[in-house]
């Protein structure tokens, strides 16, 4: 297998690989990069005494603010980080505990990304010396005119994440296109790996009310009989061969039923006609207004204000009729009738 990314990639795109596109066990590969980022720059050698108090604080301040959205997680670890806040535990205790069970895997995996590695911001020197040794990559890293977004990206990206977990969908479906000009910065690689999009069907539900989001017919997010939805990407999947971005994001999926998305005259691989755009951008708008988890994901993705995410579909629109000019774009076999 390929590397993910070259390992002459710029250091900071390939810090953020690690932060955007690792896979995280319970999130501590975001504690352990905000730790690592607000080390100074004395000595290379961070006993893992010396770590565990930033590494576990992160955690516990987090915990703080997303305590709903991480309960599920089952972590003996987490537990004592809730501990801590609640003043069940000294300080002393938290750091015992951090010792014991804090670094199990994320030391370990820190640098996996996609099951290749990235260079190393730190080496792993516990059997030596109980330590960690960082590199000089690190150090150029805290020392560039980045380090402080890297420290907000960090943030974000945790936050996000938590997003995913707490309404029940796959974390990749939340990414967010690179964009050097914005505050927040994102790298996103389309399609490295298959991405759940069946994870996201309660979400779209909740705007759809069960119902087909191009013929209106009645659906169902169950699984196994006739009304069972899909979840539909709007600018179909085809086009991401051709170099368009964000095919998974959750402002392209929707839900439809069968006989849309399969079947005789079913829209497979069809751009969809131009008189669902619109309702595509109020759908995303829905999301943004009533202050959904997905709110930020979305603005992040498509716009910040109603006149840009409106342009922003209409740019997809135009770039997607280049890819398939001339083709007569799919309209639903019959449409039912609406009840708004
Ligand atoms: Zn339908």
């Not at 100074?40 to 290379?44: A, N, Q, R």
């Given at each position: 297998m390929t590397g993910f990314l070259e390992n002459s990639a710029p250091l900071d795109t390939q810090w953020r690989s690690i932060i955007l596109l690792g896979n995280n066990v319970a999130s501590y590969k975001f504690s352990l990069g905000t730790a690592l980022l607000k080390l100074?720059?004395?000595?290379?050698t961070i006993s893992l005494e010396e770590l565990s108090l930033p590494f576990a604080q992160t955690i516990c301040n987090h915990l703080k603010t997303h305590e709903k959205q991480i309960t599920s997680t089952s972590s003996k670890f987490l537990d004592a980080c809730r501990k801590f806040n609640n003043e069940e535990l000294t300080l002393d205790q938290l750091k015992e505990e951090t010792l014991k069970r804090g670094f199990a895997n994320v030391i370990d995996a820190f640098h996996n990304v996609h099951r290749s590695e990235v260079s190393r911001f730190f080496t792993d020197t516990r059997k030596e010396n109980q330590s960690i040794t960082l590199t000089d990559n690190l150090f150029h890293l805290i020392q560039s005119d980045q380090h402080q977004n890297l420290i907000r990206e960090v943030g974000s990206r945790w936050n996000l994440w938590e997003t995913a977990i707490s309404i029940g969908i796959s974390p990749h479906l939340l990414e967010i296109q690179h964009d050097p000009a914005s505050e927040l910065l994102y790298i996103i690689k389309d399609n490295i790996e298959r991405v759940d999009v069946t994870s996201c069907k309660d979400s779209l539900n909740g705007y759809q009310k069960g119902k087909c989001f191009y013929c209106d017919r009645y659906i169902t997010i169950l699984n196994g009989n006739e009304f069972s939805c899909d979840v539909d990407h709007f600018f179909p999947h085809v086009l991401s061969n051709f170099g368009f971005k964000g095919i998974n994001q959750i402002w392209n999926l929707v839900l439809a039923c069968q006989n849309c998305n399969r079947g005789v005259g079913g829209k497979f691989e069809q751009l969809p006609h131009i008189s669902f755009l619109t309702k595509l951008n109020n759908r995303n708008n829905f999301y943004i207004e009533s202050h959904h988890p997905l709110r930020e994901t979305i603005i992040n993705q498509t716009g910040s204000n109603p006149e840009q995410r409106r342009s922003f579909l209409q740019k997809r629109y135009d770039e997607a009729l280049s890819i398939f000019p001339g083709k007569e774009k799919w309209t639903p076999k019959e449409q039912m009738h609406k009840h708004e």
């Open positions: 100074g720059t004395e000595k290379s």
